[in-house]
Protein backbone atom coordinates (compact mmCIF):
# COMPACT_ATOMS: atom_id res chain seq x y z
CA UNK A 1 0.00 0.00 0.00
CA UNK A 2 1.36 3.44 -0.99
CA UNK A 3 1.96 5.33 2.00
CA UNK A 4 3.10 9.07 1.99
CA UNK A 5 3.55 11.10 5.72
CA UNK A 6 4.35 14.40 6.38
CA UNK A 7 5.48 15.94 8.91
CA UNK A 8 7.61 19.15 10.21
CA UNK A 9 4.98 21.60 10.21
CA UNK A 10 3.82 23.96 12.98
CA UNK A 11 4.04 28.04 13.83
CA UNK A 12 6.84 30.11 12.95
CA UNK A 13 7.04 33.87 12.88
CA UNK A 14 7.56 35.75 9.94
CA UNK A 15 10.68 35.89 8.23
CA UNK A 16 11.77 31.97 9.84
CA UNK A 17 12.59 28.85 8.06
CA UNK A 18 10.81 25.44 8.70
CA UNK A 19 12.02 21.73 7.12
CA UNK A 20 8.89 19.65 5.52
CA UNK A 21 9.58 16.20 5.42
CA UNK A 22 7.48 13.48 3.90
CA UNK A 23 8.41 9.52 4.73
CA UNK A 24 7.56 7.21 1.61
CA UNK A 25 6.40 3.50 1.70
CA UNK A 26 4.68 0.66 -0.34
CA UNK A 27 6.81 1.57 -3.67
CA UNK A 28 9.45 2.40 -5.18
CA UNK A 29 10.86 5.57 -4.19
CA UNK A 30 13.31 6.41 -6.39
CA UNK A 31 11.31 5.85 -10.22
CA UNK A 32 9.00 8.21 -9.12
CA UNK A 33 8.75 12.22 -9.34
CA UNK A 34 6.87 13.90 -6.02
CA UNK A 35 5.58 17.51 -5.80
CA UNK A 36 4.51 19.73 -2.78
CA UNK A 37 0.88 20.40 -2.60
CA UNK A 38 -0.45 23.57 -0.30
CA UNK A 39 -3.70 24.71 0.79
CA UNK A 40 -4.43 27.64 2.68
CA UNK A 41 -6.94 27.80 5.28
CA UNK A 42 -10.48 27.70 3.53
CA UNK A 43 -8.60 28.03 -0.23
CA UNK A 44 -8.23 26.35 -3.36
CA UNK A 45 -5.03 23.81 -3.98
CA UNK A 46 -1.87 26.07 -4.67
CA UNK A 47 0.82 23.69 -6.74
CA UNK A 48 4.17 24.81 -5.06
CA UNK A 49 7.38 22.66 -6.48
CA UNK A 50 8.35 19.27 -8.37
CA UNK A 51 11.42 16.92 -8.13
CA UNK A 52 12.17 14.30 -11.02
CA UNK A 53 12.63 10.78 -9.79
CA UNK A 54 16.82 11.64 -10.16
CA UNK A 55 16.73 15.03 -8.76
CA UNK A 56 17.58 16.37 -12.53
CA UNK A 57 14.89 18.54 -12.87
CA UNK A 58 13.22 20.90 -10.27
CA UNK A 59 10.26 23.19 -10.69
CA UNK A 60 9.03 26.08 -8.23
CA UNK A 61 5.78 28.15 -8.21
CA UNK A 62 6.65 31.71 -8.69
CA UNK A 63 4.78 32.81 -5.38
CA UNK A 64 8.16 30.94 -3.50
CA UNK A 65 10.83 30.53 -5.93
CA UNK A 66 14.08 32.20 -4.24
CA UNK A 67 12.38 31.31 -0.57
CA UNK A 68 11.46 27.44 -0.64
CA UNK A 69 14.26 24.32 -1.86
CA UNK A 70 12.97 20.96 -2.69
CA UNK A 71 15.07 17.71 -2.26
CA UNK A 72 14.90 13.89 -1.96
CA UNK A 73 16.76 11.42 -0.20
CA UNK A 74 15.99 7.87 -2.49
CA UNK A 75 18.07 6.05 -0.26
CA UNK A 76 15.97 6.86 2.56
CA UNK A 77 12.67 6.96 0.88
CA UNK A 78 12.10 10.99 1.83
CA UNK A 79 11.10 14.19 0.17
CA UNK A 80 11.45 17.93 1.77
CA UNK A 81 10.78 20.79 1.62
CA UNK A 82 13.35 23.87 2.87
CA UNK A 83 11.35 26.53 3.68
CA UNK A 84 13.35 29.62 4.08
CA UNK A 85 12.07 33.72 4.54
CA UNK A 86 8.25 32.62 5.10
CA UNK A 87 5.48 35.33 5.14
CA UNK A 88 1.87 34.57 6.45
CA UNK A 89 0.41 34.18 3.09
CA UNK A 90 2.37 30.88 3.78
CA UNK A 91 0.18 29.39 5.80
CA UNK A 92 -1.50 26.15 4.78
CA UNK A 93 -1.75 22.75 4.87
CA UNK A 94 1.44 20.91 2.79
CA UNK A 95 0.48 17.38 1.35
CA UNK A 96 3.35 15.38 -0.63
CA UNK A 97 2.21 14.26 -3.80
CA UNK A 98 3.32 11.38 -5.83
CA UNK A 99 3.53 11.81 -9.85
CA UNK A 100 4.80 13.93 -12.90
CA UNK A 101 1.43 15.59 -13.55
CA UNK A 102 -0.89 13.20 -12.42
CA UNK A 103 -0.91 13.35 -8.51
CA UNK A 104 -2.13 9.76 -8.07
CA UNK A 105 -1.02 9.45 -4.49
CA UNK A 106 -0.99 12.30 -1.49
CA UNK A 107 -0.07 12.39 1.88
CA UNK A 108 -3.03 14.01 4.50
CA UNK A 109 -0.77 17.11 4.89
CA UNK A 110 1.23 18.87 7.87
CA UNK A 111 -0.10 22.54 8.93
CA UNK A 112 2.35 25.47 8.41
CA UNK A 113 1.27 28.49 10.20
CA UNK A 114 3.13 31.78 9.98
CA UNK A 115 2.34 34.20 12.41
CA UNK A 116 3.80 36.20 14.98
CA UNK B 1 0.79 30.77 -16.08
CA UNK B 2 -2.20 28.93 -17.67
CA UNK B 3 -5.31 29.67 -15.53
CA UNK B 4 -8.03 27.25 -15.00
CA UNK B 5 -11.09 28.67 -14.17
CA UNK B 6 -14.31 26.53 -13.17
CA UNK B 7 -17.79 26.49 -13.03
CA UNK B 8 -20.04 26.67 -11.18
CA UNK B 9 -18.51 28.09 -8.04
CA UNK B 10 -21.00 25.77 -6.15
CA UNK B 11 -23.68 23.38 -7.44
CA UNK B 12 -26.55 22.07 -5.28
CA UNK B 13 -28.08 19.14 -6.61
CA UNK B 14 -30.14 15.90 -5.18
CA UNK B 15 -28.55 12.40 -4.76
CA UNK B 16 -29.57 10.98 -8.13
CA UNK B 17 -29.40 13.93 -10.17
CA UNK B 18 -26.21 14.12 -12.60
CA UNK B 19 -23.98 16.96 -12.46
CA UNK B 20 -22.12 18.56 -14.43
CA UNK B 21 -18.60 20.71 -13.88
CA UNK B 22 -17.17 22.70 -16.22
CA UNK B 23 -13.24 23.43 -16.65
CA UNK B 24 -11.76 26.38 -18.75
CA UNK B 25 -8.20 26.95 -19.68
CA UNK B 26 -6.51 30.40 -20.40
CA UNK B 27 -4.71 28.34 -23.18
CA UNK B 28 -4.90 24.93 -24.52
CA UNK B 29 -3.97 22.30 -22.33
CA UNK B 30 -3.96 19.21 -25.54
CA UNK B 31 -5.46 16.47 -23.15
CA UNK B 32 -3.67 16.95 -19.88
CA UNK B 33 -6.07 17.60 -17.58
CA UNK B 34 -6.99 16.01 -14.64
CA UNK B 35 -10.30 16.18 -11.79
CA UNK B 36 -9.71 15.73 -8.68
CA UNK B 37 -12.25 15.00 -5.54
CA UNK B 38 -11.67 16.50 -2.08
CA UNK B 39 -13.84 16.14 1.25
CA UNK B 40 -13.36 18.61 4.14
CA UNK B 41 -10.24 16.67 6.71
CA UNK B 42 -9.19 14.76 3.66
CA UNK B 43 -6.23 15.28 0.99
CA UNK B 44 -7.52 15.21 -2.55
CA UNK B 45 -8.31 11.79 -4.67
CA UNK B 46 -7.21 11.74 -8.23
CA UNK B 47 -10.74 10.91 -9.63
CA UNK B 48 -9.94 11.20 -13.92
CA UNK B 49 -6.35 11.69 -15.39
CA UNK B 50 -5.64 13.12 -19.70
CA UNK B 51 -8.93 14.46 -19.51
CA UNK B 52 -11.11 11.49 -19.87
CA UNK B 53 -8.94 8.24 -17.74
CA UNK B 54 -10.54 7.11 -14.75
CA UNK B 55 -8.28 6.54 -12.30
CA UNK B 56 -7.81 2.99 -10.54
CA UNK B 57 -11.41 1.96 -8.18
CA UNK B 58 -12.79 5.13 -9.36
CA UNK B 59 -16.61 4.38 -9.99
CA UNK B 60 -18.11 4.20 -13.60
CA UNK B 61 -20.08 6.99 -12.74
CA UNK B 62 -17.86 9.81 -12.61
CA UNK B 63 -16.66 10.15 -16.32
CA UNK B 64 -14.57 13.48 -17.89
CA UNK B 65 -14.48 15.03 -21.48
CA UNK B 66 -13.40 17.53 -23.13
CA UNK B 67 -9.34 18.88 -24.93
CA UNK B 68 -8.10 22.02 -25.86
CA UNK B 69 -9.53 24.70 -23.44
CA UNK B 70 -13.00 23.15 -22.17
CA UNK B 71 -13.31 20.34 -19.91
CA UNK B 72 -16.40 18.61 -18.15
CA UNK B 73 -16.60 15.99 -14.92
CA UNK B 74 -19.70 14.40 -15.22
CA UNK B 75 -21.11 12.44 -12.50
CA UNK B 76 -23.87 10.21 -13.79
CA UNK B 77 -26.15 9.53 -10.77
CA UNK B 78 -25.39 11.57 -7.39
CA UNK B 79 -24.54 9.50 -4.55
CA UNK B 80 -24.09 10.75 -0.78
CA UNK B 81 -20.24 10.86 -0.80
CA UNK B 82 -20.21 12.60 -4.07
CA UNK B 83 -20.96 15.19 -2.34
CA UNK B 84 -17.77 17.28 -2.03
CA UNK B 85 -15.10 20.12 -3.66
CA UNK B 86 -14.22 19.31 -7.08
CA UNK B 87 -10.94 20.64 -8.47
CA UNK B 88 -9.52 20.52 -12.10
CA UNK B 89 -5.21 20.62 -12.64
CA UNK B 90 -3.54 20.91 -15.90
CA UNK B 91 -0.10 19.10 -16.35
CA UNK B 92 0.59 21.02 -20.11
CA UNK B 93 2.87 23.59 -18.88
CA UNK B 94 4.97 24.00 -15.58
CA UNK B 95 3.73 25.72 -13.12
CA UNK B 96 1.13 22.90 -12.90
CA UNK B 97 -2.13 24.91 -11.72
CA UNK B 98 -5.54 23.94 -10.29
CA UNK B 99 -8.76 25.47 -10.62
CA UNK B 100 -10.48 27.61 -7.83
CA UNK B 101 -12.65 24.82 -7.21
CA UNK B 102 -16.64 23.36 -7.64
CA UNK B 103 -18.24 22.79 -4.29
CA UNK B 104 -21.23 20.40 -4.90
CA UNK B 105 -23.56 20.35 -2.19
CA UNK B 106 -26.48 18.95 -1.02
CA UNK B 107 -30.06 20.97 -2.35
Known amino acids: EVQLVESGGGLVQPGGSLRLSCAASGFTFSSYSMNWVRQAPGKGLEWVSY????????YYADSVKGRFTISRDNAKNSLYLQMNSLRDEDTAVYYC?????????WGQGTLVTVSS | EIVLTQSPATLSLSPGERATLSCRASQSVSSYLAWYQQKPGQAPRLLIY???NRATGIPARFSGSGSGTDFTLTISSLEPEDFAVYYC?????????FGQGTKLEIK
Open chain 1, 51 to 58: ISSSSSTI
Open chain 2, 89 to 97: QQRSNWPNT
Open chain 1, 97 to 105: ARGSGILGY
Open chain 2, 50 to 52: DAS
